[in-house]
């Protein structure tokens, strides 16, 4: 059975391809055969959050056209077994994804046994965000704890309701919430929405919150997901997600503030 | 009430503030999108804004007027927020 999982948020900027590279890469470390696709039609970015950018040769819009043979264009990692990575075109824009190519390519994916094919959406609710969810049987809705990415998630969820193959079929997306760039003390303080109020609104469930962390631009920096960064605290966050996905319970780590210094105990 | 106190108290009212804002305007755009909800909606609101305003000082935000579609029956739920009495 493959399952198909978009990373959407509708707002830009949010982490989605972060966590579409972490999610796809501790899929495969897991030891399933995963895909993950970029969707963001001349803006690719997967490729270089994944470290992969010198090795696209051909891409996601040419293989729809039947340029290249999808297996021409997958790039196979090097760090996870069974992780292929199909980037999105530089020079074409979104209106080359068609409803018939891209489901032709996801459908060629799962004859070729893929178990999760993870498609990194684009910002916005166009043509490139609405091709990345139409297929999907599970959404990661990815959004900070701010009141504009809030608020677009909140759209996002909708259309995951109504315009999707799913939805169309009378059947539902599965829907997770993934909130990313959280900081506890800004939370403590009270100058950041928490995940009570997060939750609060959007009423569905969380797959895990992923804190601010430096470690994030240093993963992005050289090109290895920050999965695989198993000392910071987005890494180990990711690794939770990955295993909640694939049905483990695991508390939720780092979301209170961490034991204060004398410092700041001092003036507490 | 200390200074640092004070400080916190302000910045706890920032993220207050930005939820109860998200609640109002979810709530306003999932009624927008609703595919079923009857088009009279937004006239009966400021219709209904009129004759409230006759007897209470309120503002647009306070006044919201929610369509949701159950199994048995539609609801048509009318929330006012009255204004803080004054002491
Ligand atoms: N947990 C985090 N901590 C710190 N920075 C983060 C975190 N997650 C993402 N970022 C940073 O946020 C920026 C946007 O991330 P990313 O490219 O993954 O977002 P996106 O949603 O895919 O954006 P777009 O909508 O443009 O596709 C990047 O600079 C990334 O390093
Ligand atoms: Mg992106």
Redesign the pocket.
Known sequence: MSKVVVIT?GK????????AASIAIGLAKQGHKTAVIDF?VGLR?LDLIMGVERRVVYDFVNVINGEATLKQALIRDKRADGLFILPASQTRDKESLTKEGVESVIEELKSEGFEFIVCDS??GIEKGAYMAMYFADEAIV?TNPEVSSVRDSDRVLGLLQSKTRKAEQGDVVKEHLLI??YSPVRVDEGDMLSLEDILDILAIPMIGA????GS??QA?NRGIPVILDDKSQ?GQAYSDVVARFLGETVPHRFLEVEKKGFLQRLFA | MGLLSYFKKQKQNSALAAKERLQILIAHERNAHHPHAPDYLPNLKSELMSVIRKYIEVSEADVNVQYEEGHQCDVLELNIILPEKQD
């Open positions: 948020s830009g900027g949010v982490g989605k391809t972060t966590t963001d970015n684009p910002a990815v990313a760039r992923i804190p601010e962390s994030v631009l992005s987005a």
